[in-house]
Every structure is written in C-alpha cells, then in structure tokens.
C-alpha cells in the first residue's frame, strides 16, 4: 500500500529556470493539499485541490506559482522563474475525506536555487 | 489574522518522565486539532486528532486535551523514550484545510 510518492525528492535549479514538482496522492484519495516549509519553520498551506479542481488557493504566492490536479496522474506544483527565496522543502499531502482530518504526507521535495 | 503558537524553545527532558507540549490559537474556531511527529528530513506523520466537542484523546503513550475557552491544547507523552525525539506540530481546521504550528522540538535525553 504505497503512501504519498513525490519526485523528486531533490530539485536544483538556476535563478529563472522553472521547477515541477510532482505528487502522486495514495490510492483512493482525491484531495491534494500543497506545503511549503523554510528551514527551521511550520508548515505553510499554498493550496487545497480535488480531482481537476482548485478548491482553496489562498496560500498560492500571486505569481509564478501554479498548481493541478488532473483527471488522470499526479499533481503538479509548478514554479516559474524560480528565485533563491523559493528554496525550500515542497510537502504534497493527501486525504480520502477532508471531514475526518487526517492527511498523509509525502517525504517532500528540495528545492534549492543556485 | 489566525495565529496558533508553539514553544519555539525545544524541550529537554530526561528519559521515563512525562513531555508536555502547548499549542495556543487565536482568532480561529477549529472543528479538530490534530498532532503530528515530523523527524528531520521527513515529512510528518499524523498522530492523534481530538474534536471541538472532545476534552481529552488518549492513543498508547500519548494524550491530547482540547480546551475550546482557553483555546489551548496539550499534547502528552508518558514514560518518554529517546526515540520520542522530534519535532511535533500542532494543526488546526475546520474548512479542509489545515494549517500548522511552526513547532516544538522534543529532545529525550536517556
């Protein structure tokens, strides 16, 4: 029974190139929820999806920054030119049901801009 | 503006003896709060969830209280082992969405 699959687990990049980070939820949930942790900090919400739906974007920075959910394979987050504030470690975290809380997170993604 | 507050100190304490972690929140009316462990490098890993409507959630070794008026919950861990040591947010919601403590790091010294 895999759990939460990111890829990749590490990402560098030079200032204006782009970054995808994938996220493939566990088997049988359709929510997605995106986090964005700094070193030495909580966990910050960028955004909430369901299947083909963007549910809460309210954590999303209003620019270079997007997100989907597709009908078919995993979700992407998806940062254009990327600058050294965007290093950080990207959890993806998945649930069955959002009413009964638990979510279930992945081993996360580094990225680290050069 | 929503705020819920960890101890940013870490918490030291010998082995056997009970740990105790606060989260405080403001400015919020959550459904459920919920703690999780997250290890270093790792992503977190849920431990207990306890609802408005619930005082106190007992798993094995751990305990969650839940005080809607002091909006304060506290997070126990008894007979604590070196293994225990991580760092462990706190988690609130009502809309789906959680959002997290910035947490507190545990340290059980043997």
């Known amino acids: 029974n895999a759990g939460v699959m990111q890829n990749p687990r590490h990402l560098v990049r030079r200032r204006g190139q782009e970054a995808r980070l994938r996220c493939s939820p566990m088997?049988?949930?359709?929510?997605v929820y995106w986090y964005r942790q700094l070193p030495e900090e909580g966990l910050k919400f960028m955004v909430y999806?369901?299947?083909?739906?963007?549910?809460?974007e309210s954590g999303m920075p209003k620019e270079r920054f997007s997100a989907e959910f597709p009908k078919e394979g995993p979700s992407i987050l998806r940062i254009q030119q990327v600058v050294r504030g965007d290093s950080a470690a990207y959890f993806c975290?998945?649930?069955?049901?959002?009413?009964?809380?638990?979510?279930?997170f992945g081993e996360g993604s580094r990225l680290t801009v050069l | 503006s929503q705020k819920i507050e960890q101890n940013s100190e870490a918490l030291n304490i010998q082995e056997g003896k009970t740990a105790t972690l606060t989260c405080n929140y403001t400015?919020?009316?959550?459904?459920?709060l919920q703690w999780y462990r997250q290890d270093p490098g790792r992503g977190p890993v849920f431990l207990l969830l306890?609802?408005?409507?619930?005082k106190e959630k007992r798993k094995e070794r751990l305990k969650v209280t839940f005080d809607t008026t002091l909006k304060q919950s506290l997070f126990h861990i008894t007979a604590s082992q070196p293994a225990d040591s991580a760092t462990y947010l706190c988690?609130?919601?009502?809309?789906?969405?959680?959002?997290f403590g910035q947490g507190t790091t545990l340290q059980v010294k043997p």
């Open positions: 988690a609130l919601s009502n809309t789906g969405k959680l959002i």
């Open positions: 400015n919020y009316s959550p459904a459920y």
């Open positions: 999806l369901q299947k083909e739906n963007i549910i809460d």
């Open positions: 306890i609802r408005e409507n619930e």
């Open positions: 088997k049988g949930h359709s929510h």
């Open positions: 975290a998945s649930s069955r049901d959002p009413s009964t809380g638990e979510l279930f």
